[in-house]
Antibody
């Protein structure tokens, strides 16, 4: 059974950095890309970027380029998404999802989400 | 960037009804279109990929159609567990983009 288990909720102050994990099981970690999606409270879904765990290559949405870093650790079958210089508007649910390829491949499994609250 | 527009934004229906949600892309995306279901406080669930193919384990009451710029999701014989928010997503090109969602509520 494929599972993506994300790390727990975080509360951070403005300007801080948060790093969220997404541990996968049930398939070969390097066979699937990991996407990250942001969902602000009461809002829709926004694609942030992806990582190819096989070689660490990443693609970011322009909005998140420079402040978001997505990585993958093949020794622990875990993907990470780090957001630096946190702002109040970064308060959101962050989701990881798998796809068998880069673009032109649909997402099949999702993590349960990690809520990040930015509060002073 | 490709913009995805869903309609309606909200929809009231009764148990047993058949409903259709539409999604329009700002430019052609072939059939690289997915549909997701999301319930409050939960992660999205993948329903349909390639515009009309059901993800494994998804009941056949869900169906999708379309190609190019115009797509539809149809849910037949609504049950209480189907009331949720539905999103379309294009994965034809980066950045992958989602529709704004359609909230399906019980009438």
């Amino acid at each position: 059974e494929v599972q993506l288990v994300q790390s727990g909720a975080e509360v951070k102050k403005p300007g801080a950095t948060v790093k969220i994990s997404c541990k996968v099981s049930g398939y070969t970690f390097t066979d699937y890309y990991i996407h990250w999606v942001q969902q602000a409270p009461g809002k829709g879904l926004e694609w942030m970027g992806l990582v190819d765990p096989e070689n660490g290559e990443t693609i970011y949405a322009e909005e998140f380029q420079g402040r978001v870093t997505i990585t993958a650790d093949t020794s622990s079958d875990t993907a990470y998404m780090e957001v630096s210089s946190l702002r109040f508007e970064d308060t959101a649910l962050y989701l990881c999802a798998t796809a068998p390829g880069p673009t032109n491949y649909a997402y099949d499994f999702w993590g349960q989400g990690t809520m990040v609250t930015v509060s002073s | 960037d490709i913009q995805m527009t869903q309609s309606p934004s909200s929809l009231s229906a009764s148990v047993g009804d058949r409903v259709t949600i539409t999604c329009r892309a700002s430019q052609g995306i072939s059939n690289y279109l997915a549909w997701f279901q999301q319930k409050p406080g939960k992660a999205p669930k993948s329903l349909i990929y390639a515009a009309s193919s059901l993800q494994s384990g998804v009941p056949s009451k869900f169906s999708g159609s379309g190609s190019g710029t115009d797509f539809t999701l149809t849910i037949s014989s609504l049950q209480p567990e189907d009331f949720a928010t539905y999103y379309c997503q294009q994965y034809n090109s980066y950045p992958h983009s989602f529709g704004q969602g359609t909230k399906l509520e019980i009438k």
